[in-house]
């Protein structure tokens, strides 16, 4: 157990709407990101932070936004929710060291109808 | 840029056959490799992980991966496959330094699937 709580676990919005997933970790690791995965594309990462109020873009940021408040909190939010944005969306975190490991969450099941 | 490449989207094995999944990978940098699997429905856990040290890493259920520089890959095995190994494997590459900000990037994964 990597200490990260992802929520919500499941969601099904509609088009146009806004909406927010969370990250939490209780490990005060210094790094956080959030990865979407889609079957044929593996994970891509969307946002990542480095630090309370460090963001910065992935290479699938379109369409997101991302803060940080607080090291044990990375938010995840979608303006204005899109069919395309129909995914699954995990966070992780790492601790930044040396042999460095990056964990998993169990993953946010997001629908867009 | 990095990038990686897993060779075959699905790979079916026998139970008790050997399991060879592949991974290269592109790197301007000295590279840090991971395997990574993911069981239905579930997050991803980490198999093993090449930081530089031993270029034969062992992970955990038996799995072990080798590094190879002048082949720029990082291939995964296990001599025997079991039923419980059926899940999507990942390979990932990091530079792991912190201007890279210790980012992973993903192969688009490989379906294994063992067949009794």
């Known amino acids: 157990d990597a200490g990260i709580t992802q929520s919500p676990r499941h969601k099904v919005t509609e088009t146009g709407t806004p909406v927010t997933l969370r990250c939490h970790q209780t490990?005060?690791?210094?790094?956080m990101y959030w990865y979407r995965q889609d079957p044929g594309h593996g994970l891509r990462l969307i946002h990542y932070?480095?630090?309370?109020?460090?963001?910065d873009k992935g290479e699938v940021s379109d369409g997101y936004s991302v803060s940080r408040s607080k090291t044990e909190d990375f938010l995840l939010t979608l303006e204005s929710a899109t069919s395309s944005q129909t995914s699954v969306y995990f966070c992780?975190?790492?601790?930044?060291?040396?042999?460095?490991?990056?964990?998993f969450g169990e993953g946010s099941w997001l629908t867009v109808v | 840029a990095q990038s990686v490449t897993q060779l075959g989207s699905h790979v079916s094995v026998s139970e008790g056959a050997l399991v060879l999944l592949r991974c290269n990978y592109s790197?301007?940098?000295?590279?840090?490799l991971f395997w990574y699997v993911q069981y239905p429905n579930q997050g991803l856990q980490l198999l093993l992980k090449?930081?530089?040290?031993?270029?034969l890493v062992k992970g955990i259920n038996g799995f072990e991966a080798e590094f190879k520089k002048s082949e720029t890959s990082f291939h995964l095995t296990k001599p025997s496959a079991h039923m419980s190994d059926a899940a999507e494997y990942f390979c990932?590459?990091?530079?792991?330094?912190?201007?890279?900000?210790?980012?992973?990037?993903f192969g688009k994964g490989t379906l294994l699937t063992v067949n009794p």
């Open positions: 992780a975190i790492s601790a930044g060291t040396g042999g460095n490991t990056i964990y």
């Open positions: 090449y930081t530089s040290a031993a270029t």
């Open positions: 490990e005060n690791h210094r790094y």
């Open positions: 790197s301007s940098v000295p590279p840090y």
């Open positions: 932070s480095y630090g309370v109020k460090d963001t």
């Open positions: 990932a590459v990091s530079d792991l330094c912190v201007g890279s900000n210790y980012k992973l990037t």
